[in-house]
């Protein structure tokens, strides 16, 4: 994991039995051959969550340098190289170690998740963040809060690895959207802490959030009786909206 552009995060996994790389998303392609050959690995292959150009953009550059496959939904096509297209239910490997594709569309219509069981870790993209959610910029609530239940459904110990640093930001909104959360207050003051002295929020683990992330939370009845919405997409849309303009 690595930081670049502004607020993203860069992350490249690496197997040590076949020697391949992947690098999940290329915000910028430059730094993840930098960050490569600083730990002399060879970037095989790229697993592209959505079509945004902070985390496709450097796909060409690093297809030049190293000829590796990139995957990634259909969305991606027409936009920046890609090989394979993938699609919720298939899966992706890197050497042995196997990941499975969920569909987690609403920040974007294509946006997927790649689900490593094995490892008990998850490439998020902008889908779910700590403390937060991307902004809906082309799907539905009702849309973007199914692709929430998908990742609700993974193991509690689940670490997820979200693409930017907006921890500080989201927790400020999730005080203003679950005030009587003790877990919550607790998260943050954590948070703040390790803001203060530049440190990284990022993974989170699916655990905390259940417990702590008003947008996963828009089923819970506090959360509903608070922000209204007679069904748990209804809330979590007043609950996007009320963030859009916090």
């Not at 990742?151 to 907006?166: D, G, N, Q, R």
Request: glycine share 8%; hydrophobic share 40%; proline share 5%.
């Amino acid at each position: 994991q690595f930081a670049c552009l502004s607020d993203n995060y860069g992350f490249l996994i690496h197997d040590t039995d076949s020697h391949e790389t992947v690098a999940v998303d290329t915000p910028d392609g430059k730094q993840y051959l930098l960050e490569a050959d600083m730990k002399g690995w060879k970037i095989t292959q790229i697993w592209n969550t959505h079509w945004h150009p902070d985390h496709a953009g450097g796909n060409a550059i690093i297809k030049e340098a190293s000829g590796c496959t990139i995957t990634g939904p259909a969305e991606i096509e027409g936009k920046f190289p890609v090989d394979r297209i993938i699609a919720h239910g298939d899966t992706v490997n890197l050497g042995e170690v196997e990941a499975k594709v969920f569909d987690v569309s609403g920040h974007t219509n294509g946006h997927v998740a790649f689900h490593i069981p094995s490892a008990d870790i998850a490439f998020v993209g902008d889908a779910v963040f700590a403390l937060g959610c991307g902004r809906m910029f082309e799907g539905t609530p009702g849309q973007f809060w199914d692709s929430l239940n998908r990742i609700k459904a993974w193991p509690p110990e689940t670490l997820l690895y979200c693409a930017h640093e907006y921890t500080a930001s989201n927790a400020k909104f999730a005080l203003h959207a679950d005030p009587d959360n003790v877990a919550l207050k607790v998260y943050a003051d954590e948070i703040a802490a390790k803001r203060a002295k530049d440190e990284w929020t990022v993974p989170t683990t699916l655990r905390r959030e259940l417990a702590t992330n008003p947008f996963l939370r828009a089923d819970d009845p506090a959360i509903m009786a608070h922000w209204g919405g007679s069904v748990p997409s209804e809330t979590f849309a007043a609950l996007r909206a009320a963030k859009d303009n916090f």
